[in-house]
């Protein structure tokens, strides 16, 4: 009887007048190419908001790019590598900062001095660079202590200010590298921050940015206002985004509410692959933890079932990972396949013997839940038992982290999203550098010296991947993270918004434009047809 009831239902479905149709996104046929006058979108940013705010508002010299190299030229436009100690870099002649002042090498020059007095503090730069010298108007030299291999994909999060900005704020060692203090005309990017501010543990709830109008990229941006939330809960998320118009146009979401987006009449669906991965850290600064002990760790990723974790809490939009760095990366790619199909180091009854009456307190942020059930779901059959603290801020997942080593906090395992911010595997192996506050491991010497070694190779040479795989198995081994699956890129967008996400740390909101039909600057009440159910739309 249930069997002809649910054919009956499926066939009352397909012929009713009222069936649910999907069209395919057509926006792009009909996108605005200018700056339009009002137009406005509304962004959700629950990742490193003041990583991808600084790439909106100010310039480097080179800038993060999906290529194997992980960076471009943008404020250079060439550079020569004179010896393993001597760079140099020519700068673009049409650039200006944002108050309408030059940018040239005197202002090169003028920042690095800034740098090198507070540098961040996650890589070995600020021991490497000894100082940069002016050659001509738009020509300066770099000058290394050290061969320095990382030297250009860390140029691309030193960023340059006007003078104004120094006389108001300054660079200060940081962990988080990043100076967003406060709104004003001091950067050289698309974008200007009008209100607001972030600065790594330190944001604004909402921050609103205005298009820049010497921007040296023709036409760009497209978008002239744009304001930028960093704490929202997934219910509000979901709900802005999906059953109202005009309060949200961008946003990342979980994998779980992917039907919701698809069904909605505001709301489609994007989906490409990523660089980035969901960095699961275990805490081993934590006296007594359970988690010292190597097994208990290396028995926490052998009971997790990728396959099945990607199947039923990722919902499909992850590959299966043997490592923290992401397997879509050019430098892990390889290697991965390789570990993919490893056997378990130990048996079931091992697995059951080494984890039952394990007790973890995790930290996480909501929009992670998803991913969470599906962990705790299969970690249950052996006898573990997880404890949340939940939030929607950033923020406070971060200070957990940074402050772990002087105020020793009482959690085991914490979730953040950790985005390619760099185009290189540090973006992961930093999570292990014992020397930076990002690290939840308390010491291991032979991992220092390994990152030492690779900070001095060029990303393109044979001796370079070698160093990555050496780390990469060390660090599987030693099983320092609980390892989870590379994730997809998952976005809600307006229907009338155009945009592509980049798989590194940007928000290139520069290239994303509207339709006519976008609430902020459409005349009268939106037409029915604007209104069809959507496909996803996956990029490759």
Same mark, same amino acid.
């Given at each position: ?44 940013? !629950?990742? #490193? ?6 790439? @909106?508002?100010? +310039?480097?010299?080179?800038? %993060?790019?999906? *290529? =194997? $190299? ?112 406060? !709104?004003? #005309? ?6 200007? @921050?009008?209100? +607001?501010?972030?600065?790594? %543990?330190?944001? *604004? =709830? $909402? ?135 490893? $056997? ?197």
């Amino acid at each position: 009887m249930r069997k002809y009831l649910l054919i009956f239902l499926f066939s009352v479905l397909l012929f009713s007048n009222d069936s649910i149709t999907y069209k395919y996104d057509q926006s792009n046929k009909i996108a605005i190419n200018k700056r339009v006058k009002g137009s406005h979108l509304k962004v959700y940013m !629950p990742t #490193l908001a003041y990583f991808n705010i600084i790439s @909106l508002i100010n +310039g480097t010299l080179v800038r %993060l790019s999906e *290529s =194997k $190299k992980g960076w471009e030229y943008y404020l250079a436009y060439k550079h020569k590598k004179i010896d393993d100690l001597t760079y140099d870099f020519w700068l673009r002649k049409d650039v200006r900062y944002q108050d309408g002042s030059k940018f040239d090498a005197d202002s090169v020059v003028y920042n690095f001095k800034h740098f090198m007095k507070g540098p961040f503090l996650y890589s070995n730069i600020h021991n490497a660079l000894d100082y940069v010298e002016k050659l001509n108007d738009y020509k300066i030299r770099i000058h290394l202590k050290e061969p320095y291999g990382m030297l250009l994909n860390d140029l691309c999060v030193v960023n340059f200010y006007t003078k104004q900005y120094y006389e108001k704020y300054n660079w200060t060692p940081s962990l988080a590298a990043q100076n967003t203090k406060g !709104p004003g #005309l001091y950067g050289a990017g698309p974008y200007i @921050l009008a209100s +607001g501010y972030a600065s790594g %543990l330190k944001q *604004s =709830k $909402k921050i609103v940015l205005k298009a820049n109008p010497y921007y040296f990229e023709k036409n760009k941006p497209y978008i002239e206002t744009i304001t930028i939330y960093t704490e929202l809960t997934t219910k509000e998320v979901i709900d802005k985004i999906s059953k109202k118009e005009g309060e949200l146009d961008i946003a990342y979401i979980p994998f779980n509410k992917k039907t919701e987006i698809v069904n909605s009449k505001y709301a489609k669906l994007l989906i490409s692959s990523s660089h980035s991965n969901l960095t699961v850290h275990m805490n081993l600064i934590k006296k007594n933890s359970k988690l010292k002990d190597i097994k208990v760790r290396q028995a926490l990723n052998d009971a997790l079932n990728q396959k099945n974790l990607i199947k039923f809490a990722f919902k499909n939009e992850a590959k299966e990972s043997p490592f923290l760095l992401s397997s879509n990366t050019y430098f892990a790619k390889e290697l991965s396949k390789k570990y993919l199909n490893r $056997k378990s180091k130990f048996t079931q009854k091992q697995l059951h013997e080494i984890l039952n009456g394990l007790e973890l307190k995790v930290i996480t942020q909501d929009r992670f839940m998803f991913v969470w059930k599906g962990i705790e779901y299969q970690l249950s059959k052996y006898g573990v038992k997880l404890d949340y603290f939940v939030t929607s801020d950033e923020k406070v997942v971060l200070e957990k982290l940074f402050n772990d080593r002087k105020n020793v906090y009482d959690w085991d395992l914490l979730i953040w999203g950790n985005d390619d911010w760099n185009g290189h595997p540090w973006t992961a192996f930093f999570t292990l550098y014992t020397k930076a506050n990002w690290s939840s491991v308390d010491k291991d010497d032979y991992l220092v010296h390994e990152f030492y070694k690779l900070f001095a190779l060029d990303t393109n040479t044979p001796k370079f991947q070698k160093e990555v795989n050496k780390i990469l198995l060390y660090s599987y081994k030693k099983a320092y993270t609980l390892v989870l699956p590379s994730p997809n890129i998952v976005i809600a967008l307006n229907k009338e918004v155009i945009y592509k996400p980049s798989k590194m740390a940007l928000f290139p909101l520069w290239n994303a434009k509207i339709t006519p039909y976008h609430w902020s600057i459409r005349k009268g009440k939106l037409k029915k047809n604007r209104l069809n159910y959507l496909y996803p739309k996956r990029i490759k």
